[in-house]
């Protein structure tokens, strides 16, 4: 947040901001909430996640830097729309949404930046839709794959800095866990990845990226 404002606003953002630790499996959000402000991951991983009937939907997953509860500033509705839970022990700064606008108003650099982050969102989001709609569990699998890769990284040993469930993993991919089972067994048998519990290892980035593109 203070990389976006200016200098002069920086002394009312440490006037304002509250650091905290949410442990693994931790609710930060919760759906339906009031909202009562934003929060800035300053380093772990969260999931955020929302209810789509009986299912649980994964939306994205924030990393070091990134931001949640955003989608609470709303002129129509007062709750939080999405749920954020934490993966791993992760560090946050919490504003409250009040003093979240103002630095908008104030702030030209951090609101552009607000606004390119928005604009990227539901660039991903509309991506996704169409994915769910058109391509493969397969094809969506690797598309998920390689996107955890783009943004977690691999460890020297080639597999994603994000351990990840298969219950979770269907649930980024719209997908059941049954589905996402028998379909990362078919990745496995083709030497396209590695399992190794949670973690997942990238073998044939190639053959990834021609799934991701059918």
């Not at 772990?44 to 929302?50: A, E, Q, S, T, W």
């Not at 934490?86 to 930046?113: M, P, R």
């Not at 989001?125 to 955890?148: D, P, T």
Request: hydrophobic letters at 40%; one cysteine or more.
């Amino acid at each position: 947040m203070c990389q976006l404002t200016l200098k002069e606003w920086h002394p009312a953002i440490e006037g304002h901001k509250r650091n905290f630790i949410a442990k693994k499996g931790e609710v930060i959000i919760k759906e339906g909430d009031p909202v009562s402000g934003v929060y800035f991951v300053t380093s772990g991983n969260v999931k955020v996640h929302k209810q789509w009937g009986d299912k649980e939907l994964i939306l994205r997953f924030a990393n070091d830097g990134a931001i949640i509860g955003h989608r609470g500033i709303s002129s129509n509705t007062s709750t939080y729309p999405i749920s954020a839970t934490a993966l791993e022990t992760t560090k946050l700064c919490f504003v409250d949404i009040e003093f979240f606008k103002t630095t908008i108003k104030v702030n030209q650099e951090f609101a552009y930046g607000l606004l390119i982050f928005y604009a990227d969102e539901l660039h991903a989001s509309e991506k996704k839709m169409r994915n769910l709609a058109l391509m493969s569990v397969k094809g969506r699998l690797a598309v998920a794959i390689l996107g955890l890769r783009d943004q977690f990284g691999l460890d020297e040993e080639g597999f994603l800095n994000l351990a990840l469930s298969r219950q979770d993993l269907a649930a980024f991919t719209g997908a059941t866990y049954e589905t996402v089972f028998r379909t990362m067994n078919e990745l496995l048998a083709e030497k396209l990845v590695v399992v190794n519990g949670k973690q997942i290892g990238i073998l044939n980035e190639g053959g990834l990226m021609d799934l991701s593109s059918k």
